[in-house]
């Protein structure tokens, strides 16, 4: 069969500036693909950076499969992109969503490519557009799960417009809508935490810890838009994935997050460890979620625990570090993990070892290639973004540790090895990041 992975990027992207390389090279897992799998042809079609599909070096893709036929587009229009797709005839197409700030809304874009795909009887592995619609925003998806019965943090909805409306309506004496949403924030807990209801991750997220401080953020000009504010819930935080498609879905033990001094995950500094086990009422609330909206691929749930109870944050319907995390984890790529959806094969959770997904300064190649010689080094991905002149937007590295050629796939054993790596390299495994590391092993 032709199997086409394809992803698309609502952002100008210019890859000159940007130097995104793994170990092992994404080149490397499509040769071990089409070698495991010789019965199909494999195709990519993606737009840049082509997350999770491809390497770049110079604003090339380097280095190139000879096992897989590269198309990369920069076209914008649904329609013409499925025409795109369907002339490379297609027998399966398998969405590779990935995402970009400041919209996490790139698994819509997939979905309505999908919805064109399976009109000319192409079979799709893509979550539908409703539930990429309902999962985006995260005041619509909140409302959702919690009809639902399903339970998560007790929250209001902060209607931007609403709240200044009086500065372009002369005629109002008061804001009722702000004296209400005044109301509804008093009877919350705190702390809270605010965070955009269309934003990406924990991007733009803030807590307060008084109802002062949360009314002087709602009227800063920080706030340029919606948001949520919901109770925090100082549980432990974990991540959990859901595999499959058609009422079949397999749930992942759960990984454990670090958080921030501030309580919260960050997308450039969250550590991930695991497995803890996977409790069986967990495993139903995801399942139930996803039977309900007609799951297709990968999604990924942030979930606390506490005092027993589990409480469900978000959903994101698409790939993310815990998929290459869960992967390695199970000795397989991403790619081969989404293969398995697309041909209903059991996913092998049975396989997985202790995992931890950690963050890097940024190495350079010599150091990557020396690092990847680490037994347990599983993988090491680098986004450097060469034209960034602050810090924090220069990219990020990650490295994932998993020992799948020890037969003790314990967390113990894996952190005694992450030590001898943070002794071994002392430049690259920063002491914070360890310390993370250690007390989410503590947890378990």
Not at 32 to 47: D, G, N, R
Not at 123 to 142: G, Y
Not at 162 to 177: A, P
Not at 213 to 227: A, I, K, M, P, Q
Request: hydrophobic letters at 40%.
């Amino acid at each position: 069969m032709n199997i086409i992975y394809y992803s698309t990027n609502s952002n100008q992207f210019n890859p000159e500036d940007f130097s995104i390389r793994s170990l092992p090279s994404k080149a490397s897992e499509w040769d071990s693909l089409a070698q495991k799998y010789p019965e199909h042809t494999f195709f990519i079609y993606t737009q840049l950076p082509g997350t999770f599909l491809i390497d770049l070096d110079g604003g090339e893709v380097s280095p190139r499969s000879t096992s897989v036929s590269y198309t990369l587009s920069d076209e914008t229009d649904a329609e013409k992109i499925a025409e795109e797709i369907l002339a490379l005839h297609p027998d399966i197409a398998i969405a590779a969503t990935f995402w970009v700030t400041p919209y996490d809304w790139l698994g819509m874009k997939d979905a309505m490519v999908a919805d064109l795909l399976r009109e000319q009887g192409v079979q799709t592995i893509c979550h539908p557009l409703s539930t990429q619609a309902v999962f985006f925003d995260k005041a619509e998806s909140h409302r959702v799960l919690k009809a639902m019965g399903i339970t998560v943090p007790k929250a209001v909805f902060f209607h931007h417009e609403l709240y200044r409306t009086e500065r372009s309506h002369k005629e109002l004496k008061t804001n009722v809508y702000k004296e209400y949403l005044h109301g509804e924030i008093e009877r919350l807990h705190y702390p809270l935490v605010i965070k955009p209801t269309t934003g990406m991750s924990s991007y733009g997220m803030e807590v307060a810890r008084t109802f002062k401080e949360t009314c002087v953020f709602l009227h800063s000009g920080r706030t340029n838009g919606d948001r949520i504010i919901e109770e925090y819930v100082d549980g432990i935080q974990f991540g959990c994935e859901i595999y499959g498609a058609d009422g079949q879905y397999t749930v992942m033990p759960p990984l454990a997050f670090s958080l921030t001094k501030y309580g919260i995950t960050s997308p450039k500094q969250s550590e991930k460890l695991g497995p803890f086990p996977l409790p069986k009422e967990l495993s139903s609330m995801l399942k139930k979620i996803a039977s309900a909206y007609s799951f297709s691929g990968i999604a990924q749930a942030d979930v606390i625990l506490k005092e027993g109870k589990w409480y469900l944050l978000e959903i994101n319907p698409r790939l993310s570090g815990m998929t290459e995390t869960y992967a390695a984890g199970m000795g397989i790529s991403t790619i081969e993990l989404l293969l398995k959806i697309a041909l209903a094969q059991p996913i092998p959770a049975e396989r997985l070892r202790a995992v931890c997904n950690m963050k890097l300064p940024i190495p350079d190649d010599e150091a990557m290639k020396h690092m990847a010689t680490v037994p347990c080094v599983q993988s090491i991905h680098r986004m450097h973004n060469l034209a960034a002149h602050q810090l924090r937007e220069r990219g990020y590295a990650e490295i994932i540790f998993s020992c799948q050629n020890d037969n003790n796939g314990s967390i113990e054993h894996l952190m005694q090895e992450i030590e001898d790596f943070a002794r071994a390299f002392p430049d690259f495994l920063e002491p914070i990041f360890l310390e993370n590391a250690r007390l989410l092993a503590a947890k378990h």
